[in-house]
């Protein structure tokens, strides 16, 4: 079993910069793809980022490409997301998620821990 557990989360201004982190229980975090979702109020869970095991592929929804960094410390057991130029439509629930198949993608589904998330307020 795994435990994940997001922070850095908080209220930041438009045009401004978060870094959330999430730290990983267990032996066997290396092994593990590890993605970032973001729900906002009334909409679907989405997703965000996601990284190989390894940290050498990432993958990014397109609202987020080019503002958004996926990267990982396994010696740390932490994956982390950087968040630069924020903007109103960013605000969310972030929660993160790990796959023990390695599974580095957008899908929910190939997913198997998640954590209980963090909340980022963008205001304009």
């Known amino acids: 079993q795994v435990q994940l557990v997001e922070s850095g989360g908080g209220l930041v201004q438009a045009g401004g910069s978060l870094r959330l982190s999430c730290a990983a229980s267990?032996?066997?975090?290396?092994?593990?793809?590890m993605g970032w979702f973001r729900q906002a109020p009334g909409k679907e869970r989405e997703f965000v980022a996601a990284?190989?095991?390894?940290?050498?592929?990432?993958f990014y929804a397109d609202s987020v490409k080019g503002r958004f960094t996926i990267f990982r410390d396994n010696a740390k057991n932490t994956v982390y997301l950087q968040m630069n130029s924020l903007k109103p439509e960013d605000t969310a629930v972030y929660y993160c998620a790990a796959s023990r198949t390695g599974y580095r993608g957008s899908s929910s589904g190939g997913y198997h821990y998640w954590g209980q998330g963090t909340q980022v307020t963008v205001s304009s």
């Open positions: 990284i190989s095991w390894s940290g050498g592929v990432t």
């Open positions: 267990g032996r066997t975090f290396s092994s593990y793809g």
